[in-house]
């Protein structure tokens, strides 16, 4: 019997993809992480790497991204900020 599901169909409903895994499997870690740190330090006041490791990104992954998502974070903030 053939599988009706092919590699580009979307996950079902008890599989549902996180905006993670979409970000992983994109390669838009740096978009995400930059979205959640500015999203925890408007809650929050700052956005700690415990606040992002508690989201559900790797330690491998903060550092790897931490940097270009925070000049992104900074970019989107001046932009908003001016606009």
Sequence with gaps: MLSTQTRFSRPSRTMRETALDKARRLGRLPDLMASEMINLA????????????????????????AGAANQEAQRRSIRQAAA
């Design 42 to 65: 408007a809650g929050g006041g700052s956005c700690t790497e415990a606040d992002l490791r508690n989201y559900g990104f790797s330690a491998t992954e903060i550092a790897e991204h």
